[in-house]
Each structure stands twice: as structure tokens, then as C-alpha cells.
């Protein structure tokens, strides 16, 4: 059997007549440049996500750069970030002479451990880029008290939280609407993946929502006339026909990777050193990722690839050990945490169209690669 770690071929086939109408549709309006599928999806996004406005831009890494220029996280600010993410929640500062100041991740949850990021509050900080990794949010009450107590601007990224929620002010809130701004990625692999690059950026603030709007083209909101020095990052109008096709099911897919997470934890749980991520109370999961925490990973990873099962490693470097963040001054054993479980983890396929049969073939995969060993 074969489980390829991810494919956006078996979704694409079992819709292809839904898809393809959608992408001749674009071709034949001529329509590339903001046509008026980006218009729609920001509309549909913006009421499904729960928030007042939403802007679509060419990707979740060219959101968090716009966001860090707009809140002001450039110029020697000091904001703080995981070591725990991917690239782009902290080269989004370094790009505009921000200083990511680095926190350790929580062992439980993968995400930012917050009794870290309270500690390192000072008059310095100039915001938070709380980071919604995997499957849950990054405690959202506890950020929102945090910055408002001090006054912290708050980026959320959640170009892995869609449709993720957490408990603020005794309300269910979706992930990356609660901050000032939040931003989410269309990558393929992620849960609501584009057929290319693309992103999202949403806010409740009116003229936070002028500004990104203006910065995504140049920084005008007339042709040629230029208020700010913007960028060059729209989203895609093919991409956004594709993205207004997956919304229609976005809920049932969410669903799917749900069963399968529960069938993996079931599964996985009795097998002798293999841990799985728990969720936390103030948390409803989005599994975009089904991680285990493993000893001998590597060997682990090489075996399920002979058995035709493909892994990833979400990531295999915490960002201040990496060669181009040295000149921030960090060493190996600054973020204990974080080093150890780089080593450890290990991401299983997940997506909504795996079978039943292929999730209990990676677990006995497993099951029998520590059985032998064990
Ligand atoms: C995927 C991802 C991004 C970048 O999104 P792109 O659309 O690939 O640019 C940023 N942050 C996190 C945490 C991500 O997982």
C-alpha cells in the first residue's frame, strides 16, 4: 500500500468537473488581476471565519511581512515569536529590521509556552506573533490579556489555524480574528489549500483594513498615486476561483481530518513509547497536522518510507539555531524545549480523503517497527 504524505490529487478528481468549470470560468472573463472571485472569497471568508473584513494577498509569508510593516514591527522593534514555527513567523520581522525575540514552545501543546512570552514582556516589546500551530491555537485569552495589559500590538499567525477556535472572553473565537491583525495561508498542504500559492489577511479595524488593502498593490488606493510604499501581493483570481470551490466543503473536510486524528489516537496510544498531542480545555482542534512525539525517529521515518508510507518533520530546526538568524546572538540550550522535540516529532499523513485502511496500515507499520525493536 501507499500513503503519500499529502495529495491534492485525489480531491481534484473526485471534483474535477466542479474545479474545472471554475478555473474556464476566470479564463474566459479574462478577469486575472483582483477579479471578481477575489472579491467573493474575501466576502465568504470573511463571514465564515466570523470577522468584519478579510483582504486576499498572494501568500500567508507576504501576509505576515505586510502585517509586521502595517503594526509597525520593523526598525529595531522587539517582537516576540517562537523558535518553534516555520520560517516565515520570524523572517517577517528581520526583512524590516525588527528583532524576533525568540520564546521556547510548551512540551503539551507545541505552541508558544505563554508563562515564557510574560516573562519576557518589557518596555521594548513592541507585539506578539502568536503562532497556531498543527492543531490548537496558541492560548488566545492569555495573549489578548497580555497586550492589552502592555499595550502589544498582536499579528496572529494562522496560516495553519483555519477554522482552529479558542476560548476568549467566554466566546468560541476562530483563530487569526481576535488580534489586531491575523493572517492565514493557502498553501496546498494546508487545510484550506490553494492549487498555488495564496494567503489571507483579515482585521476588525476599518483603517488597519484600508492599509492593507492599499499595501497590497503599491500602496495606492488610486492607480499611480502612492500614499505608502507598498507591495506587489494579490491573491490570485485563478486561485481564488479554486479557494471559493473548497470553502463550499471546508466543514466536512475539517470533519474528515477529525475522524482520522481520533482513529490514529486510538490506534496509537497503546503502542510502547509513542506519544500523541494533547488538546487543551480552552481549545476546539483543527487537525492539520497528527504529529507523534517518537524516540528513534529517524529510523521510524526510514521504515515507513521502504513501507511506501510518506512522514514529514514540522520542523526539524528551531529557528535561533538557524545559520541566518546567528547575528541575534542565541546558542544551543537557550530553548531546551524546543531542541528536544525537533528531534522527536514526527507529522503522519493527514488529509480528508486517506481511507480508513490506509490510517490502520501507518499505525500497524508502527506498531510493528517498535514491536521488533522492542
Ligand atoms: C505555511 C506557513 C506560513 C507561510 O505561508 P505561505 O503561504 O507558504 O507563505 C507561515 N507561517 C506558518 C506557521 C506556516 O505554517
Redesign the pocket.
Known sequence: MQVPFYTPVREYHARKAEFDHAVQQVFESGDFILGEDVAAFEKEAASWLGVKYAVGVA??????IIGSDILGFRNGAEVLTPTY?????ASCLARLGARPVFVDMDEETLNMDMRQVAQKVSPRIKGIIP???FLQPTPLQEVMDLARANNLKVLE?A??GWGMQSLVDGAWEKAGTVGNIG?Y???P??TLGAYG???LMVTDDEVLYRKIKMYRVHGTSTKYHHEYIGYNSRLDTLQAAILLVKLTTTEKAIAARERHARHYTERLTGIPGVRVQSVRKDAHPVYYVYNILVPQRDALATYLKGKGIGTTI?YPKPLHLQPCFAYLGYKEGDFPVSERICKEILALPMYPELTDDEVDYVCDTIASFYGKRG
Open positions: 501568500s500567508g509569508s507576504d501576509a505576515l514555527t516555520f520560517f516565515a513567523s503562532v497556531h500551530l499567525d496560516a495553519e493572517i495561508s493557502f498553501f498542504t494546508k500559492d495564496a494567503g514540522y
